[in-house]
């Protein structure tokens, strides 16, 4: 709330920006007041503008913090599965265990789709990338439920929320099958979250028994939960905009998957096992991070733009990448690599100074290898965690009135100039 007020002075004449104080984080300046004075405030990238109000979750960068529902993040990962914390970020509280047992059920009845949305699939090419794909069947979710489509009625909203986060994991996983050539698998509500989904991307119908490693279903949990939502991203952004001109809440969830598809966004991680291929051997380890130093190549998996510190879900990923190849006896190279580089940052002063810590992406990528999903899915895995944040504020933007978004711009065109008939035009 606003408490007090700066002052901005323009032509000798004051305009009052109210000082807004939240929970936590940096005080925020109303900029109403530019409008009055004539002026726009420029801002490329929204650095410095916080275009809304959340309860959701906060991040520290200069401490490594990150908050969901005020709940520390490794707490989460370490003691709580990916759907307590789906149930916080839509309620605002953990649940009680009534609570847990009536959501878990809930998300249980939703997770097959419409059997007509299967010949969707059909329509794309075998090699379309999965993120392609699913762009395309989250956005028609809207054709086959219709009750999400009102936007006004709270208990349609509360149950789109639900439908979304129970059906990610069959829609990834059908995107995977299809790249593959392989059929379709129903989802099994006798598996929890994380199993279901690792036996719809890697069981067949010949497999009568098949049964998830315990330790691999923990890792993929713990991946769900620490990208379940990371405030006003890129994506979550996009949601938001899209979802302030009453667009369906798929269309709004479609909007984000885009957006995280760009590899400044959601493509990280796939962008470290890249860069390993680029390296080649352990050999060549030092020599990278010495053009490193120089700045002739980038280190990808290392250092956050957000976190000026370290990543705090780092760690939890760092454990969770150990328990995964000791449990599978990996002997990979690549993997190999990736340790030689971790060893080298966490060791060299040079890495240590500026803080160029592995974050969560270098980890989750090196996770995901080692359980053997192909690098195209890495995003789409990214895209299921988080749309149970991208919803939750969804939810929250139309629990409270709101505006349409509108950013302005700072214009360096021609100015106005008279239409020329095409013969006399130079």
């Known amino acids: 709330m606003a408490d007090n007020n700066a002052k901005l002075v ?3 004449k004051e305009y009052d920006l109210p000082v807004m104080h939240g929970t936590l984080g940096r005080p925020v300046l109303d900029a109403s007041a530019f409008q009055e004075a004539g002026y726009w405030s420029y801002d490329p990238g929204f650095k410095v503008t916080a275009p809304v109000e959340s309860k959701i979750t906060y991040i520290d960068g200069g401490k490594g913090e990150l908050l969901h ?3 520390p993040i490794d707490q989460l990962a370490k003691n709580a599965e990916y759907l307590e914390v789906c149930y916080a970020l839509l309620h605002g509280d953990l649940p009680n265990q009534e609570q847990k047992d009536d ?7 939703h997770t097959a789709v419409h059997d007509q949305l299967r010949k969707f699939f059909e329509g794309f090419r075998r090699d379309a990338h999965p993120m392609a794909i699913m762009v395309g069947v989250v956005g028609a979710l809207s054709a086959f439920y219709h009750e999400g489509l009102d936007v006004s009625e709270e208990l349609h909203r509360e149950i789109t929320a639900i439908r979304l986060i129970a059906k990610m994991p069959t829609l990834a996983a059908m995107s995977y099958k299809y790249s593959q050539g392989e059929p379709f698998m129903y989802p099994r509500n006798d598996f929890n979250y994380a199993e279901n989904f690792l036996y719809m991307m890697f069981a067949t119908p010949a497999d009568v028994d098949y049964k998830v490693n315990p ?6 949990d713990r991946i769900f939960t620490l990208h379940a939502d990371h405030e006003q991203n890129a994506s979550t952004s996009t949601v938001r905009l899209a979802g302030s001109t009453g667009a369906n809440p ?3 969830i479609a909007a984000g998957i885009a957006a995280l598809w760009g590899p400044s966004h959601g493509g990280a991680n796939e962008a470290v096992l890249k860069m390993l291929d680029e390296i080649g051997t352990v050999e060549n380890v030092p020599e990278f991070m010495e ?13 956050h733009r957000v976190y000026k510190n370290f990543d705090p879900r780092a760690q939890v990923m760092k454990e969770t990448c150990d328990e995964v190849l000791e449990a599978l006896g990996i002997d990979d190279p690549k993997l190999e690599l990736a340790m030689k580089l971790e060893q080298i940052a966490l060791e060299d002063p040079y890495f240590i100074e500026r803080k160029l ?6 980890y989750s990528g090196i996770i995901l290898k080692a359980i053997g999903i192909p690098t195209s ?3 789409v895995i990214f895209s299921l965690a988080r749309a149970a944040g991208w919803i939750s504020h969804w939810l929250e933007m139309h629990s409270a009135p709101f505006s349409i978004g509108r950013p302005r711009q700072l214009y360096t065109g021609e100015t106005r100039r008279d239409f020329v008939n095409i013969e006399d035009r130079k």
Do not use: Q, S
């Open 377 to 379: 899915m890495f995003t």
């Open 69 to 71: 529902r005020g709940y």
């Open 215 to 220: 330790v691999i279903a923990k890792a993929m």
């Open 291 to 303: 053009k490193v130093k120089r700045r002739e190549v980038k280190l990808m998996g290392f250092g």
């Open 103 to 109: 959501f878990y059920k809930k998300v249980g009845k």
């Open 250 to 252: 798929y269309a709004c």
């Open 10 to 12: 323009v032509d000798d």
């Open 357 to 362: 810590y592995p974050n969560v992406d270098f």
